[in-house]
């Protein structure tokens, strides 16, 4: 099985800084893509930042220029770094990976349990 541990969230004053990690850990052959969503208050879960093996990176518009995500194979973890955050930033983070176990067997997706971020004064 595979999990993964995101931390790094809390509460930050506008304009504020934050950098979330989320490490892979457990039966794991490749991971073809790591990334970001998000989900806040009545809202739909949204995609955030992605960054597959080749190192391309997608971004959402609403993060684009204020939100770096890097990624650190050696250690299967996966950053986002977010600053001159604003409060619609306010939302539970997840962490998400497109992890093969084996070489025998297919890839699947997997998430982490989710951290809080509050952007308020």
């Known amino acids: 099985q595979v999990q993964l541990v995101e931390s790094g969230g809390g509460l930050v004053q506008p304009g504020g800084s934050l950098r979330l990690s989320c490490a892979a850990s457990?039966?794991?052959?490749?991971?073809?893509?790591m990334g970001w969503y998000r989900q806040a208050p009545g809202k739909e879960r949204e995609l955030v930042a992605a960054?597959?093996?080749?190192?391309?990176?997608n971004y959402a518009d609403s993060v684009k220029g204020r939100f770096t995500i890097s990624r650190d194979n050696t250690k299967n973890t996966v950053y986002l770094q977010m600053n001159s955050l604003k409060s619609e930033d306010t939302a539970v983070y997840f962490c998400?990976?497109?992890?093969?176990?084996?070489?025998?067997?297919?890839?699947?997706?997997?998430w982490g349990q989710g951290t809080q971020v509050t952007v308020s004064s």
């Open positions: 998400n990976a497109l992890v093969r176990p084996r070489i025998t067997t297919p890839s699947s997706e997997y």
């Open positions: 960054i597959i093996s080749g190192g391309l990176t």
């Open positions: 457990g039966s794991i052959y490749s991971i073809n893509a």
